[in-house]
T-cell receptor, first 112, second 118 residues
Framework: KNQVEQSPQSLIILEGKNCTLQ??????????LRWYKQDTGRGPVSLTI?????NTKSNGRYTATLDADTKQSSLHITASQLSDSASYIC???????????FGKGTMLLVSP | GAGVSQSPSNKVTEKGKDVELRCDPI?????LYWYRQRLGQGLEFLIYFQGNSAPDKSGLPSDRFSAERTGESVSTLTIQRTQQEDSAVYLC????????????????FGPGTRLTVL
């Protein structure tokens, strides 16, 4: 069964600090992996997308890594800001729309 | 439009009633998707439209759920005889091209409709 597990479930950090969110998946075959940011009451917004051959992708203060061998990805947030408070969702695509598998997300709270 | 819009933003209904949820995709986007997000759970894929046809309905959880799209724009998701387990946020997304698993085309999400079945 295709699964995407994210950790931690929730995280509180001080403004200005860095943090790393984890995503482990068992989706097979693997096509690509995306990280989304979902603010409360809003729809998810794409941060990065990586295919099998990509190890690292950056988008401003967000850097995602992918290890397709161990089926793990991480999202690193640098110099956190209050506006980074949101749920971060890892999504893995297989070979069809019905194989889009979403993690439950990590709820990040950046505290002043 | 500027983004994907959904209406209503909130819907409270009684068990057994029918509900209709509406999605207005970004103008010109041919692909449209519906997802369900239950409390504390990840998003679940429900159905995908390419134009007015639905090549993939595999995520619809039961025959009480149906969706249609007209004029390659607005889509409605209908839930008949609602049950309490249908309570969730229903998200709609659109993309300019079909987002096949191997392609990079981004899906843009609406704010969702929060459905509560009493």
């Amino acid at each position: 069964k295709n699964q995407v597990e994210q950790s931690p479930q929730s995280l509180i950090i001080l403004e200005g600090k860095n943090c790393t969110l984890q995503c482990n998946y068992t989706v097979s075959p693997f096509s690509n992996l995306r990280w989304y940011k979902q603010d409360t009451g809003r729809g998810p917004v794409s941060l990065t997308i990586m295919t099998f051959s990509e190890n690292t992708k950056s988008n401003g203060r967000y850097t995602a890594t992918l290890d397709a061998d161990t089926k793990q990805s991480s999202l690193h947030i640098t110099a956190s800001q209050l506006s980074d408070s949101a749920s971060y969702i890892c999504v893995v695509s297989g070979d069809g729309y019905s194989t889009l598998t979403f993690g439950k997300g990590t709820m990040l709270l950046v505290s002043p | 439009g500027a983004g994907v819009s959904q209406s209503p933003s909130n819907k409270v209904t009684e068990k057994g009633k029918d509900v209709e949820l509406r999605c207005d995709p970004i103008s010109g986007h041919t692909a449209l998707y519906w997802y369900r997000q239950r409390l504390g759970q990840g998003l679940e894929f429900l159905i995908y439209f390419q134009g007015n046809s639905a090549p993939d309905k595999s995520g619809l959880p039961s025959d009480r759920f149906s969706a249609e799209r007209t004029g390659e724009s607005v889509s409605t998701l209908t839930i008949q005889r609602t049950q309490q387990e249908d309570s969730a946020v229903y998200l709609c997304a659109s993309s300019s091209q079909p987002t096949l698993a191997g392609e990079r085309n981004e899906q843009f999400f609406g704010p969702g409709t929060r459905l509560t079945v009493l």
